[in-house]
DNA sequence: TTTATGTGATAGTAATACTATCAAAAAAAA
DNA sequence: TTTTTTTTGATAGTATTACTATCACATAAA
């Protein structure tokens, strides 16, 4: 059996469907790679034309702009994201294993995923760490979003904040704390590795200390002592 | 008694000390402004100068580029948001009721101070709020390190942590809960305006929702229950 | 075999992100 | 007070970015 992972995209992010041509392909593919050099800001159409062997304008009809570029491929992401945790806490009944487990996936250094061919989930992991915020920290937020550029973070913030009502009903900020759990797992990383005094684990960049702090985090906060 | 509050900043976030000359404290003041119309992206040091009606060439003589004058401003934030910390807590002897009172000052929309007079206060915090990450979401973050650029957002959350472990000397993440305060009072307030799907203070509105949340996260860790 | 679709090549424009030069004005030093 | 230094304003210029437009060719669908 060969079964390849297709996401449905939200067709107001591409002017032309990337996933149907092989050029379309080709753009998603080195747009990740490219990204992931040089960063979001220093990447450009031209630079990504000339590594793909097409012209500026060829991707242009693609993508209206660079930053709808980076919101498809952060929220590729997302999707597939959800889809993995998905998976892999489907067939686990405590709601406490599964939102651990989802921790450990949102937190943990991705491997490169066989399923999809024209993506490396590991480079793209690693672009929503460090430019994934730039998707929304925009004056168009709100415009985007009403396109519902935004739903494929959402939908996975709400599957998690539906485990973390699981496991405490009473628990009044699910959403917020699902958010902060997201977030955090991206910025604790990415101080661990480059700002290390904002966090605990000084030079030994090993993901299970952020996965430690997240866990005591969220635990601490859905299993509280009684305080006056 | 008329004391003004002078921040002391790095000298290698400018070219020539813009606190020292009238054009100096100009660039400062109408960047925060221009920087809170606009957002970051669409500003420009050639729509700066005509709102000041100076020359572009002018303003580069203070700041290398558009994104060390964002470092400026928002490293300026975090010094006068660690003064503001101090001066509102140090007469309190209780760690938890201090610890309270920085959650209300980093998740409360501030009111203009008249401390000083070429900042906004109130615009700064709000430029913070939207652009703040992007000081430090590049591929120099390190280099910038390097010149202590961060040293004010990390003497805020290091002073933040002492206090964490004033409240539980046990805690193990004091850092990273501290940064995690700093970034969630920002975010969270962020989402709750323009994705608020992502909180659970749906159309509100309201900063104390948030102080709410930080508050429960923040306490619920530092006094946990006992679980097996 | 016509017709539509996708691509490559080329050209062009307005704006951005700078750097350089020069002279006048203002401030500091002699 | 005069000289010297510092600061500013004005102008010019360059490489790159972020696009838009056009045309012809190749390929695939009707």
Known sequence: MNLSLQIKMNEKLFLRNPEETDL???II???I???HKVGFELFTF???AEKIGTT??????YFENKHRLLVYIVSWYWSWLEYKVM???NNISSPEIKLKKIIEILATQVKDDVQTKHVDEQLLHEIVRMEGAKAYLTRHVTDDNKQRLFKPYKDL????AVIILEC???????RSLSSTIIEMAHYQNFFMRNLPALTDFGGIKDDRKVIAFLEDLVFASLFPAKRK
Chains 1, 2 share one sequence.
Do not use: D, M, W
Request: proline share 6%.
């Open 33 to 35: 790679v490219l990204i």
């Open 24 to 26: 379309g392909r080709q």
């Open 157 to 160: 913030c709400t599957a998690i």
């Open 29 to 31: 593919l080195n747009s």
């Open 87 to 89: 998976v892999h806490t």
């Open 168 to 174: 405490n009903p009473k628990y009044k900020f699910p």
């Open 56 to 61: 500026e304008a060829g991707i242009y009809r």
């Open 46 to 48: 031209k630079k990504l």
